[in-house]
């Protein structure tokens, strides 16, 4: 199913809302197929790039879930997944939309002055408990690289 078909706003009419001078398309996402107009005319055409979008998207996200527990960008590449299935899908323009705006929410809270002081004080805690731990760890055992131990 298409943007046009279930009456949803698709890139098009947007478009021509900007062009017109309508302001209307800032405030209102445009959802739907972002697909080019020759490929949304032609149903089995639009069909297939919706199975090629979906497929690359896939792959994206295959790859940011293998890389969560490797060292690498793992949540930027499961993100860069969801985009690309947001080229095509509304469900996923609509978990991006709620991931946007949650981590807009977090990074306000972030800043706030209070939070801030909050966690500067339980940092500075527990940079001061794990160099009592190293502390008592050296004083009892000594400073012995693994490659030296004599067994």
């Known amino acids: 199913m298409n943007a046009e078909s279930d009456g949803r706003r698709g890139a098009d009419e947007a ?5 017109t001078g ?3 398309s800032a405030k209102e996402p445009v959802w739907g197929s972002r697909a ?4 949304r005319r032609s149903r089995p055409l639009h069909l297939s790039w919706q199975v090629g979008v979906f497929i690359v998207g896939l792959g994206v996200v295959v790859l940011g879930v293998i890389l969560l527990p490797l ?4 949540w930027l590449v499961i993100f860069a997944g ?3 299935w947001a080229t095509e899908f509304v469900w996923a323009q609509l978990v991006l939309a709620w ?3 949650k981590v807009t929410e977090a990074a ?3 800043l706030d002055p209070r939070v801030r002081r909050r966690n500067l004080i339980l940092t500075t805690i527990a940079v001061v408990i794990c160099a009592v731990a190293l502390s008592a760890y050296v004083w009892k055992f000594g400073i012995v690289m693994p490659w030296k ?3």
């Open 36 to 39: 080019p107009r020759f490929i």
């Open 99 to 101: 991931t946007k705006r």
């Open 149 to 151: 131990i004599e067994q």
């Open 108 to 110: 306000h809270r972030a």
């Open 22 to 24: 309508g302001d209307a």
């Open 15 to 19: 478009g021509s809302q900007v062009a």
């Open 71 to 74: 060292p690498g960008p793992g």
């Open 82 to 84: 969801m985009a690309i």
